[in-house]
């Protein structure tokens, strides 16, 4: 194993963080805190009548205080404020790596600069520039802050393998979650931001708020969602916009957008450039359908009434007005029942005994013909659907048991070695026009009547598939399996094409370990090698409790990382 520290260069903080309201005066322990002071020139002297520049002025010594957000308690912040207009720039040393930051602040007489990208419980040394704009003499300031340490139950991250030269660059932001197991540490949902090294650089973590999605806006800003209620939170931990999805009950979220819909599941991302609608998500509602089958495999054993829970594409502006939504069961046979079509995942908020037919876990719109493409889990599909007419377009699946109706729809499959994908997840588009997913793989190869294979030989992988929408045929672009180390990950999954290094960005979500609990292995791979350069492990010692995560992304917009 081979680990590398290559330096990261911060880039400017952004605008769009707003500086003045992040923090406020905070008392800070004189343990954590110790300022050495060293002056980088002075004034003085004349000479010969020319006048030298008055030195600098410094009116309040710097001090580097911990955020009072206790959301995001690896933010600090710095404060300084001089008699002239200065500006500031800083670098931060802390053991095996150095950067620098400019604050973007320009020359001002006091400065509020956040400090992002500190490592919990390590001493960080601070050197502070002040530059002054009458030429005078910089003078430099260092300050020594030891950032927290993370909390009790935090998720037990592990790094196998971390080389930092190989990997894409960003930082990889994932949402953890962790069972109680009567510890009495309540919430275990942490968002969570790692360096190309596995080491955390930043956490999000609110007692009374679950989020189990987190995804990064185009504004260096991150979506956070309980399934119900999402936030749009800052780096700084701040809460900048909350919308709930109350259509069916309502929630108790105080200055949240009311949105006319039952839930925000699976995905939550930014439509840029939309002259109708800024926000793309998936929603759900149940249905009551008569004489519906009650078993996978002889569908003709059936009841007078089933409730049957569709995914909704939806489309929302900001200030919550839904402009479009496309219902999955207007759109496919909701009889169509496959294995898992009928377990009852959405039991506890609709209050009824469902049928978790569809299960959707991602869309994303094709900017090459405006058309969604969506994956359903639970009927081993991914479909592409108009956005414009709402109108099917194709199915990339297994032929068996589609109706007539959706006969033409059917992608022909292309290629001796081809092979379906089963109960995928996350997947996307790529540049390239090929469709990327994570094929978890259950009952491989199975669809009702036919009986899967034994359990121990399912195993997941990465598939991109090629379809041509006019001949209407699908092949293989290419596949990814670990031969060395097959996986298998039953529920959750993710993939991310990493563009600059042509890596694969791998999170398996909810691995059953050898405790008979619940571990998430996430690695980022070179498809071509199959060496892994970045391999993280969250498992429980012993097993005492599961630990799952939904999704892995790389996260580049990040105001101290250079992408």
């Not at 081979?2 to 880039?11: D, E, G, K, Y």
């Not at 054993?301 to 900001?318: K, P, Q, S």
């Not at 007419?389 to 033409?408: A, F, M, N, S, Y």
Request: glycine share 8%; charged share 20%.
């Amino acid at each position: 194993m081979r680990i590398t520290a290559s330096p990261l260069v911060l880039a400017p903080v952004r605008d769009e963080i707003p500086m003045s309201r992040a923090f406020s005066p905070v008392t800070t322990s004189l343990g954590a805190i110790c300022l050495l002071v060293s002056c980088g020139g002075g004034g003085g002297g004349g000479g010969s009548g020319t006048a030298t520049p008055q030195a600098l002025n410094i009116v309040e010594e710097p001090i580097v205080t911990t955020s009072d957000n206790p959301t995001a308690p690896l933010v600090a912040n710095l404060s300084v404020k001089t008699e002239e207009p200065s500006r500031v720039t800083l670098s931060v040393e802390e053991p095996g790596q150095t950067w620098t930051l400019d604050s973007g602040s320009g020359f001002s007489l006091e400065h509020q600069v956040p400090l992002l990208g500190l490592k919990p419980g390590k001493r960080h040394r601070i050197n502070i520039t002040l530059e002054g704009n009458n030429g005078a003499p910089d003078v430099t300031r260092t300050v020594l802050y030891d950032a927290p340490g993370l909390p009790d139950g935090f998720p037990p991250i592990q790094v196998l393998t971390a080389d930092a030269d190989q990997s894409e660059p960003g930082l990889v932001l994932l949402s953890a979650q962790g069972t109680d197991t009567g510890s009495g540490l309540g919430n275990r949902d942490y968002v969570v931001m790692l360096d190309k090294l596995g080491e955390v650089v930043w956490y999000y973590h609110d007692p009374n708020f679950f989020p189990s999605l987190a995804f990064p806006s185009e504004n260096t800003t991150l979506f956070l969602s309980d399934g119900i209620v999402t936030r749009e939170v800052d780096l700084l931990g701040n809460v900048l916009t909350s919308w709930a999805a109350d259509r069916h009950f309502p929630v108790s979220a105080p200055g949240a957008v009311r949105v006319d819909l039952d839930s925000f599941h699976h995905e939550f991302r930014e439509l840029r450039d939309d002259p109708d609608a800024d926000l793309l998500t998936l929603s759900s509602e149940v249905r009551a359908y008569p004489d519906y089958p009650i078993d996978e495999v002889d569908t003709n054993l059936t009841r007078d009434r089933g409730f049957v829970v569709g995914d909704i594409i939806a489309e929302i502006t900001r200030d919550g007005r839904v402009v479009r939504q496309r219902s999955i069961l207007d759109i496919l046979d909701p009889y169509r029942v496959i294995y898992e079509s009928l377990v009852g995942f959405w039991n506890g908020v609709y209050s009824l005994t469902t049928h978790d037919w569809s299960h959707g876990n991602s869309v994303m719109i094709d900017p090459s013909d405006n058309a969604y493409v969506m994956s359903l889990r639970n009927q081993s599909a991914v479909i592409k659907v108009d956005r414009e007419t709402g109108e099917l377009v194709w199915i990339l699946g297994d032929h068996r048991r589609w109706g007539p109706q959706h006969q033409p729809y059917l992608l022909t499959p292309m290629g001796a070695d081809f092979e379906w994908q089963f109960y995928q997840h996350a997947t996307s588009v790529l540049a390239d026009g090929s469709i990327v997913m994570f094929d978890n793989g259950n009952y491989r190869g199975a669809i009702p009547p036919m009986a899967p294979p034994p359990e121990e030989e399912w195993t997941s992988r990465i598939v991109a598939y090629k379809v041509d929408r006019q001949a209407m045929t699908v092949e293989e672009a290419w596949d990814f399996e670990d031969t060395t180390d097959p996986f298998f990950c039953a529920t959750l999954g993710d993939v991310e094409y990493q563009p600059a290094t042509g890596n694969l960005m791998i999170c398996n979500g909810a691995m059953l370990n050898a405790f008979g609990t619940r571990s998430a292995c996430l690695f980022e791979v070179d498809p071509a090698t199959g060496d892994k350069v970045l391999e993280v492990l969250i498992e429980a010692p012993q097993g005492e409790d599961s630990w799952t995560v939904y999704r892995a992304r790389t996260f580049s917009l990040v105001p101290w990382v250079t992408p």
